[in-house]
């Protein structure tokens, strides 16, 4: 009896070691290329319908905006699209694909209530739309420089808008 509870214990603790190593290579997998950055997203971010500019993007209905819908992961640039991979996932895809040509910058924000706490630090929220789907991309000050840089960098006769 004891000689199965040690095996099992065994057995799960290897499962463990197992798993976070797979977690660790995807990542250095991911990264391989280059040309990636911590981001967080909300896809289908609330809009209240007040006016968003560049310095201010307004949240939920209370006016400080709500720290659900905010996933964690890895973002890569290739060639003119923006794959972003969830952190915490062992599928090899990314689960979203922002193109270029179709990402439009809204507005830019600090992160405020309960955005604080689901968010890195030294996070910048920026508010987009892609293909129609308001989205929220939140990452540090240095990407944010890069991506907004990558987007003005379209090639001639592309629309780029950025804030």
């Not at 949240?59 to 290739?78: F, L, Q, V």
Request: charged share 20%; with cysteine; net charge positive.
């Amino acid at each position: 009896m004891i000689l199965a509870l040690v095996v099992c214990g065994l057995v799960i603790i290897a499962l463990v070691l197992v798993g976070l190593f797979a977690f660790g290579l995807r990542r250095r997998l991911i990264q391989r290329s280059g040309g990636t950055f911590d981001c967080s997203l909300r896809w289908s971010a609330p809009d209240t319908g007040a006016p968003v500019g560049p310095g201010t993007v307004s949240g939920d209905a209370g006016g400080t905006p709500s720290g659900k819908g905010w996933g964690y992961g890895i973002a890569r640039y290739s060639g003119d699209r923006v794959e972003w991979f969830r952190i915490f996932s062992y599928a090899p895809r990314p689960r979203r694909v922002l193109e270029r040509s179709a990402i439009e910058v809204v507005g830019r924000r600090a992160p405020e209530g309960e955005e604080e706490l689901a968010l890195l630090s030294d996070a910048i929220v920026l508010a987009c739309t892609h293909r129609g789907t308001r989205l929220e991309l939140a990452m540090s000050e240095d990407a944010l420089t890069g991506f907004l840089a990558w987007l003005e960098a379209a090639p001639p006769g592309q629309r780029v808008n950025v804030a």
